[in-house]
């Protein structure tokens, strides 16, 4: 896949059959849409190209600081990547962008710059300044301008909203599982890894403390979760504390990494955390020492649920 920054990069000699959206943690019911966009564009010769915008339209239109996504950008190329499309198109989202007319949309962005022949889209979906174009409108620019539009039933759509609302509201409760089987992949963080207060060394559980720079990324409910990382190319487990280290009278929220058998220094590195199950609140305790006695069962727990 060639991820293309700006939608003026991209290689105009090719045409191309395309989807348009945020898709937000490119899930189960994402996917279908997706796939059907990759065979219809291998059957019809023409470029499966998603067009994507960020940053996202609320955080720009509504400034909506308190949006939360399921996936850094980062991310989204990464499980897109593995998809097989041809292209990605990541077009910065601008007030200025926002006031394109629905005409100068189609004709100037799709049709003159992305060769569009072909648009796969849901039946619901809306465009141009104020939104104020629907698909009626785009199936008689298609008409005009020569591409073809195939919607999207309802029924398809509503399964893809659903999925969303299910996974946001799974990680809020901490209910991995279920966020797990409607994205079809372990729902993950990523960030660098920052030294902390040393903590987990004292009680030798040494951490890494990851530090996630994109302030709308979803984070799941405070708590104990298992996790797995592929570090120095190669696969760790561990068990991750999300929470405030209450024990300590802890006043910020930290995301802590205890990888089993893992010895290496990876501190300033960028990692990946698969989250694959939560095991436990956040608890106070009245020792470090009873703490550890709790981290010795948590351990115990995590390595029956890898096995398994």
């Keep these: 896949m060639v ?23 490119v899930h189960i019911g994402h996917r279908k849409i997706l796939e059907r966009l990759i065979n219809d564009a291998k059957k019809t010769g023409l470029r499966s190209t998603v067009l994507t915008f960020f940053p996202h339209p609320r955080m720009v239109l509504q400034k909506d600081t308190e949006i939360r996504l399921l996936n850094t950008i980062e991310e989204k190329i990464k499980i897109l990547d593995r998809i097989g499309l041809d292209y990605l198109i990541i077009h910065p989202f601008t007030l200025e962008f926002s006031r394109l007319s629905s005409t100068e949309f189609v004709r100037d962005i799709l049709v003159n710059e992305l060769k569009v022949k072909k648009i796969i889209i849901g039946y619901d979906h809306r465009f141009g300044r104020n939104r104020n174009a629907n698909i009626q409108d785009l ?17 398809e759509i509503d399964d893809v909203s659903v999925s969303s609302t299910k996974i946001r509201n799974a990680i809020i409760d901490g209910d991995m599982k279920t966020a ?13 890894v920052k030294k902390g207060k040393g903590l987990g060394r004292q009680l030798n559980f040494p951490t890494a403390n990851l530090f996630i720079k994109e302030e709308y990324k979803l984070i799941p409910k405070n708590g104990v979760y298992v996790v797995k990382s592929i570090l120095n190319n190669q696969i760790y487990y561990g068990m991750m504390n ?56 948590d351990k115990e727990t995590s390595m029956a649920i890898i096995s398994s």
């Design 3 to 25: 991820t293309v920054q700006s939608i003026s990069n991209y290689d105009k000699k090719h045409p191309t059959a395309i989807t348009i959206g945020t898709f937000d943690g």
């Design 139 to 155: 199936i008689a620019f298609g008409n005009t301008l020569n591409f073809e539009v195939e919607e999207i039933a309802a029924q």
């Design 180 to 192: 797990n089987a409607y994205l079809g992949y372990n729902y993950m963080l990523t960030g660098d």
């Design 242 to 297: 999300i929470g405030f280290n209450p024990t300590v009278d802890g006043t910020s929220k930290s995301i802590e990494i205890h990888f089993f058998e893992f010895k290496s220094d990876i501190y300033g590195a960028n990692i990946q955390v698969d989250i694959l199950q939560r095991i436990r609140d956040e608890h106070k305790f009245n020792s470090l020492e009873e703490l550890k006695t709790q981290l010795l069962k």
